[in-house]
């Protein structure tokens, strides 16, 4: 059964950078596409970007600017990065994975979530 | 982007009886050459992360009660729970990935009248 854990600071200050992990057990994550979705507090989802096994990345170009995701097959790890953050960017921050279908960019299974909240 | 506008926000049904949630894309999320929706719908509990329920618009993931499917095609979308449980009160997104940035309705939270 796959499961995936997010770890990270729970605080971060504003204009710093917010880093994140993501640990999958239970599977490879290669061949799988991996995002980072996040959903402020009482709202709704907003995915951040996919990263693929390989590398290859597509952010969400609202955050663009200030995203980088990467990745660590020996790890079994990706990871997060989310700089110049506000308090906009007070959060739940979720990991997630694709499944290996083409274009089948739905989101299972999920991490439990990780609030990051930006202070002034 | 494409946009997802679920409605109503909010809706309370009696339990047992049927309770349907709706969504619509600002622009159509079938692919004609495979004749799929590219449309998937979850379900989110206090305190847990989004559980799927239904891709292809239509397809209900494993494990998931047969008192939830999901309809439509094109623009237009439907999640019925066919009798509504107690352990159903949750709030329902929908979701598109016929394109990046891939995007989320607003959520309809469904509760017990």
């Known amino acids: 059964q796959v499961q995936l854990q997010e770890s990270g600071p729970g605080l971060v200050k504003a204009s710093e950078t917010l880093s994140l992990t993501c640990t999958v057990s239970?599977?490879?994550?290669?061949?799988?596409?991996l995002s980072w979705i996040r959903q402020p507090p009482g709202k709704g989802l907003e995915w951040i970007g996919y990263?693929?096994?390989?590398?290859?990345?597509n952010y969400n170009p609202s955050l663009k600017s200030r995203v980088t995701m990467s990745v660590d097959t020996s790890k079994n790890q990706f990871y997060l990065r989310l700089s110049a953050v506000t308090a906009a960017d007070t959060a739940v921050y979720y990991c997630?994975?694709?499944?290996?279908?083409?274009?089948?960019?739905?989101?299972?299974?999920w991490g439990q979530g990780t609030l990051v909240t930006v202070s002034s | 982007d494409i946009v997802m506008t679920q409605s109503p926000d909010s809706l309370a049904v009696s339990l047992g009886e049927r309770a349907t949630v709706n969504c619509k894309s600002s622009q159509s999320v079938l692919y004609t050459s495979k004749n799929k929706n590219y449309l998937a719908w979850y379900q989110q509990k206090p305190g847990q992360p989004p559980k799927l329920l239904i891709y292809w618009a239509s397809t209900r993931e494993s494990g998931v009660p047969d008192r939830f499917s999901g309809s439509g095609s094109g623009t237009d979308f439907t999640l019925t729970i066919s009798s509504l449980q107690a352990e159903d009160v949750a709030v329902y997104f929908c979701?598109?990935?016929?394109?990046?940035?891939?995007?989320f309705g607003g959520g309809t939270k469904v509760e017990i009248k």
């Open positions: 979701q598109q990935y016929y394109t990046t940035p891939l995007t």
């Open positions: 990263i693929y096994y390989t590398g290859s990345t």
């Open positions: 239970g599977a490879s994550i290669s061949s799988y596409y």
């Open positions: 997630a994975r694709s499944p290996v279908v083409p274009a089948a960019n739905w989101f299972d299974p």
